[in-house]
């Protein structure tokens, strides 16, 4: 792995450009954040890429500009292993939240290399509060990969040590076709497979929603089809990414919590049951580009060509 740029704060957070295979095609980012004002040795967390891109085309997610294939385990725990041995010696991690987000470029349930990743995980940091987090849109026919991942976050880790999240972002099959770019599961699989995989001091599934001010998303439905006790619902507002700058989408959510639409949201879920988390991060990880905005795939002749989605320059490290 070579580095190739750094753009961030280190108070903050801070995204990495790197190149595999000596080539230009397989290149990726990962960020490292923290949560002001919690210290590092509270709360560290990793976003890692599991694909060259990613062959999925989500209308807000600027990864899918491209697709050139599948990062290895080693490929993946090697951008972790970067991060880690910058900060902790002998890779040992004292840190009470430590979460590694498999959530940056590339569907995780598609690249099997992801499950070999997490089972190396316990042993190769000495990292009682690592907490792996799997971010799907649980495309259809990767039954066995999540299969799978039942029996590693049983096997591996502790109880409320590991996360799942499912990208819904509507109640509406058709317009859940329309956002995510490939067949997934619809919302009563997800649901029974919710009953299979939260056991006893697991923490819930996070249904997570980044809604448009027309996107459908329907209380009755959520509580038809999904049980409180083993779900939360995550709302977060749409990142500026070239393709959401470019269709000119709206989010429900705004960074100001100024939209009483998203609060009738947010109460009538509630009302439902539902624990709900609203979760805006803050503001200039948006002008750092660490939010959603794909920097690899403007990534031209070793400099990042960046556009007004995320004005980056200002935050170039050397």
Known sequence: MHILQRYGKE?????????FRDDDRHMVEFVEAVQPPVPREEKWVLMISCGFGCPVKCAICDAGHHFHGWLTAEEILSQIDYLVDQRFQNREVPVRKFKIQFARMGEPAMNPAVLDALMQLPKRYRA?????????????????FLEELIRIKTRFFRPGHFRLQFSVHSTDSRERSALIGCRTWNLEDIAEYASRFVWQGDAKICLNFAPFRDTTIDPQVLADTFDPKLFVIKLTPINPTDRAVGSRVVSLIDAHRTNPAADDLVRSMEEKGFEVIVSIGEQEENAIGTNCGQMATRYLDGEARLTTSYPGRDYLLS
Not at 128 to 144: D, K, L, M, N
């Open 11 to 19: 108070d903050l957070a801070v995204l990495y450009l790197a190149r």
């Open 128 to 144: 009682p509060g690592v907490t792996p987090v799997i971010s799907t849109v649980a495309p259809a026919g990767r039954e066995e």
